[in-house]
């Protein structure tokens, strides 16, 4: 069921002195209470105090998909049940990650986060709200998240050196461009500013076919080669890329909608113990090789790593 927002139910965006036109990256001025002007003569909706900072001439996005911002309500009854089924969950990189990110930011006064792609907070990402005196920022182009600001990853709507860290987690997939919004990471940051990111290899076509990417443990070094790294390694590992399968494979059993669902969730129930023996093979070279997503935490650099160094740091098995 689809409901309508209320601003009661919304964060407040705040003041963010460091907006820019999406477009031509000129400074914003109100328009207004319900719109952002830029010089250049494009306007920005706010819908219920959020600003709607889309460039609609280089974005998939519109306005005009703002217009009734709406949320998905929380399941009930039978599609409560089934939303407890066992999920493809194992993480194993981002709690001790974000223990890293949280140490490198305690002593950062006033620190702000940005988390592409937050509608949606992902795992251990809490671990960083606590941090004293930290803001996160979550923005998110989905008109149903609970984004703050609506922007789209390409074009991202912050003057440069804005942030002490981005997170993105599980959203590169999705966007038709990685390299350009990893561009616009590195260009939000401060100069030493952090990033950690999550990114599938070994998983399924999902969110309705809104999945463009996948990525290596090497492909993820090279889209981040403007980064140094701190840290990368296995998200979920070969078990949790098998449960995928499994779960997959049932529900391509069937051409039918209702009946691929009730596979789907069959292999949901059936294939999660495959994913834990990801505890046991996360260290393993041919985890890296067979893993169903990968992360990477990095620092904000002025050098680029070669490929040559990217190629020599391989770290999957060399058998095959």
Request: one cysteine or more; charged letters at 20%.
């Amino acid at each position: 069921m689809v409901s309508v927002v209320s601003e009661q139910q919304l964060p407040s965006c705040g003041d963010w002195p460091w907006l820019q036109c999406p477009g031509c990256s000129a400074a914003l001025s109100p328009a207004g209470t319900e719109a952002l002007r830029c010089e250049c003569g494009k306007t920005y909706p706010i819908v219920q105090g959020r600003p709607v900072l889309i460039d609609e001439s280089k974005s998939i996005f519109a306005h005009e998909d703002y217009r009734h911002l709406q949320y998905v309500e929380p399941p009930t009854g039978v599609r409560k049940l089934a939303r407890s089924l066992p999920a493809l969950s194992v993480n194993l990189s981002a709690t001790r990650s974000f223990a890293t990110m949280r140490k490198l930011l305690v002593d950062k006064p006033d620190a702000v986060v940005l988390v592409v792609g937050g509608g949606v907070i992902g795992k251990g990402i809490r671990s960083i709200a606590s941090v004293p005196g930290l803001r996160l920022l979550n923005v998110d182009p989905a008109p149903t998240s609970s984004a703050e600001i609506f922007c789209d990853g390409h074009d991202l709507p912050f003057q440069d050196g804005t942030f002490d860290a981005v997170i993105v987690q599980a959203v590169l997939e999705h966007v038709l461009d990685p390299q350009r919004c990893v561009a616009e990471i590195h260009r939000v940051l401060k100069p030493d500013g952090l990033v950690y990111s999550e990114t599938p290899f070994m998983q399924q076509v999902h969110m309705k076919g809104v999945d463009f990417t996948r990525f290596t443990h090497s492909g993820h070094r090279r889209l981040f080669r403007h980064f140094a790294e701190l840290e990368s390694g296995v998200v979920a590992g070969p078990g949790t890329a098998l449960a995928w399968s499994w779960r997959y494979f049932l529900a391509s059993l069937s051409s039918t909608i209702w009946l691929s669902k009730t596979l789907y969730k069959l292999g949901r129930v059936t294939g999660a113990g495959f994913e834990l023996v990801d505890h046991l093979l996360r260290q393993r070279p041919g985890a890296v090789d067979a893993a169903s997503c990968t992360y990477f935490l990095g620092r904000r650099s002025q050098k680029t790593v070669s490929d040559r160094e990217i190629l020599l740091s391989y770290r999957g098995q060399r058998w095959s």
